[in-house]
T-cell receptor, first 114, second 113 residues
Framework: AQSVTQLGSHVSVSEGALVLLRCNYS??????LFWYVQYPNQGLQLLLK??????LVKGINGFEAEFKKSETSFHLTKPSAHMSDAAEYFC????????????FGSGTRLSIRP | GAGVSQSPSNKVTEKGKDVELRCDPI?????LYWYRQSLGQGLEFLIY????????KSGLPSDRFSAERTGGSVSTLTIQRTQQEDSAVYLC???????????FGPGTRLTVL
């Protein structure tokens, strides 16, 4: 069975500081991995996705994530936080070898301190 | 518009009433998903349609919840005899296939009084 664990329901960083949101997955077969973002009172939108083409994935708004098979991790990073990055972030996993639903993590709320 | 649309955007209902929530997926997307997002909670998977296959209903919380997808396009999520704990934002998403990125609609905020 697949699962996703997001460490930390709430992360707070200062503007300009590094953003690191942690995601660990469990999957018996090679996974597809996603990060979605939900801004206040808005729907979810895709930040980036890993589909085995490259382990370092670059997404929108300066975010990137690195797939580490040995650590079963797919942490999301951004070198310098901006106030507009304040949102809820969801990590998600699915199997590429079969038709199956995407499993979402519980989400991490990112706050940015001025 | 080219995105996923949902209606109504807000629904207030009385406990015990039935409600229907509608989702119009992106044209050509074969996969359609329903999720529930309760206050302070993550995304709870409800049901998944893929093409003409039997839907994956494993996430429906009770038999009061049902969904159908007509003609492989529009989907309706029905909640019968609503309870206060059903209050949440119901999100619909669609994708080109089961493993492709999902595009989400704006959601329907359901409030059961």
């Amino acid at each position: 069975a697949q699962s996703v664990t997001q460490l930390g329901s709430h992360v707070s960083v200062s503007e300009g500081a590094l953003v690191l949101l942690r995601c660990n997955y469990s999957s018996s077969v090679p996974p597809y991995l996603f990060w979605y973002v939900q801004y206040p009172n808005q729907g979810l939108q895709l930040l980036l996705k890993y589909t085995s083409a490259a382990t370092l994935v670059k997404g929108i708004n300066g975010f990137e994530a690195e797939f580490k098979k040995s650590e079963t991790s797919f942490h999301l990073t951004k070198p310098s936080a901006h106030m507009s990055d304040a949102a809820e972030y969801f990590c998600a996993v699915t199997q590429y070898s079969s038709a199956s639903k995407i499993i979402f993590g519980s989400g991490t709320r990112l706050s940015i301190r001025p | 518009g080219a995105g996923v649309s949902q209606s109504p955007s807000n629904k207030v209902t009385e406990k015990g009433k039935d409600v229907e929530l509608r989702c119009d997926p992106i044209s050509g997307h074969t996969a359609l998903y329903w999720y529930r997002q309760s206050l302070g909670q993550g995304l709870e998977f409800l049901i998944y349609f893929q093409g003409n296959s039997a839907p994956d209903k494993s996430g429906l919380p009770s038999d009061r919840f049902s969904a159908e997808r007509t003609g492989g396009s529009v989907s309706t999520l029905t909640i019968q005899r609503t309870q206060q704990e059903d209050s949440a934002v119901y999100l619909c998403a669609s994708s080109l296939g089961a493993n492709n990125e999902q595009f989400f609609g704006p959601g329907t905020r359901l409030t059961v009084l």
